[in-house]
């Protein structure tokens, strides 16, 4: 079973431009989250769809990143316009059920803004 | 921070040697979980703790969970050059999913 894919592995841009991050979670899982890691802090929590739905967002950090997972399957963030405190790298998890306690986590996009 | 502290944030030892990572939280929680990131990886789960157990074993990996203290401890025995990598607690609250990460610990475990 392929476990959750992310692309790209990595991606360096200029301030003011857009990137999108693209993440596959495991086949059949309804649960997708992104996490970030900025700067060597802690990873945080951004947001969480069940299915093609949002069901958590309050981890955004702004109206820059948008989010999308329309129908259900891969999920894209888009960052736009990049600032430069927005390098770091970028998880996406998955877990079958919501219930499920276990999130499998991707091998991250690690994003870096000149 | 939303976590607390992890502490050591590094900590270096000889193969063969135990490794003990200390993890503190704020919140209340449902469960607990340890998680390890090889260099250049994702998260690996590792082990999950319920907020009513207090120890918990998985091959050479003991956790424990103090409630009270708001705080666990992530023990690796007898430590292999493979264990290196940055380990991170993580909590799960009780009616949401996210998981709220610590800062981490950087183990290295040298031959």
């Known amino acids: 079973e392929a476990g959750v894919t992310q692309f790209p592995s990595h991606s360096v841009i200029e301030k003011g431009q857009t990137v999108t991050l693209r993440c596959d979670p495991i086949s059949g899982h309804d649960n997708l989250y992104w996490y970030r890691r900025v700067m060597g802090k802690e990873i945080k929590f951004l947001l969480h769809f069940v299915k093609e739905s949002k069901q958590d967002e309050s981890g955004m950090p702004n109206n820059r990143f948008l989010a999308e997972r329309t129908g259900g399957t891969y999920s894209t963030l888009k960052v736009q316009p990049a600032e430069l405190e927005d390098s770091g790298v970028y998880f996406c998890?998955?877990?079958?059920?919501?219930?499920?306690?276990?999130?499998?986590f991707g091998p991250g996009t690690r994003l870096l803004v000149l | 921070s939303q976590q607390g502290e992890e502490d050591p944030q590094a900590l270096s030892i000889q193969e063969g040697e135990n490794a003990t990572m200390n993890c503190s939280y704020k919140t209340s929680i449902n469960n607990l979980q340890w998680y390890r990131q090889n260099s250049g990886r994702g998260l690996v789960h590792l082990i999950l703790?319920?907020?009513?157990?207090r120890e918990k074993h998985s091959g050479r990996l003991r956790v424990t969970l103090d409630t009270s203290k708001k705080s666990s401890s992530l023990l690796i025995t007898a430590s292999r050059a493979a264990d290196t990598a940055s380990y991170f607690c993580?909590?799960?609250?009780?009616?949401?999913?996210?998981?709220?990460f610590g800062a981490g610990t950087r183990l290295a475990v040298h031959p």
């Open positions: 993580a909590t799960k609250g009780n009616g949401y999913n996210k998981l709220i």
């Open positions: 998890a998955s877990s079958l059920t919501t219930s499920q306690e276990t999130q499998y």
């Open positions: 703790i319920r907020s009513n157990e």
